[in-house]
């Protein structure tokens, strides 16, 4: 999983993606014709002051790399964090984050993420 780093990449999502959005965040997507996820976060500063901020990136960028294995590869997503974020636990934010990425239809069933779990961590290996 990597980051998406230029504003030019973050536009592009914006423009050429498609977006949903539940009580917490905003995701858009886009396919990317690669074989690897790349993730953008914006946390504005409606959501609160930099210690929140920085809180709610922390819990959105664990929430994604804890089920990066679930995600179909090929995408760049924006995670957008909405206002309403500031001050919810982790389940609430990594619930928020799945539900999108289901909506989205990017999240493998549990069985194909087992199953490339177990490559990416044992190459060679034949499951």
């Known amino acids: 999983m990597f980051g998406l780093k230029k504003n030019s990449d973050f536009v592009a999502v914006y423009h050429s993606g498609k ?54 590869q090929g995408y760049d997503l924006v995670i957008i964090a909405r206002k309403s974020a500031a001050g919810r636990s982790y389940d609430e934010i990594e619930s928020a984050v799945l539900h999108l990425t289901g909506l989205h239809h990017i999240r493998l069933p549990h069985e194909e993420a087992e199953t490339e779990s177990v490559k990416e961590h044992f190459p060679g290996t034949d499951v």
Do not use: P
Not at 29 to 55: E, F, L
């Open 19 to 72: 977006s949903y959005a539940n009580k917490y965040l905003i995701m858009y997507a886009m396919k990317n014709g690669t074989d690897s996820v790349r993730i953008g976060i914006s946390v504005s500063k409606k959501v609160g002051n930099s210690v929140v901020r920085h809180r709610v990136k922390r819990l959105i960028k664990e929430s994604c790399r804890l089920h990066e294995v679930q995600f179909k």
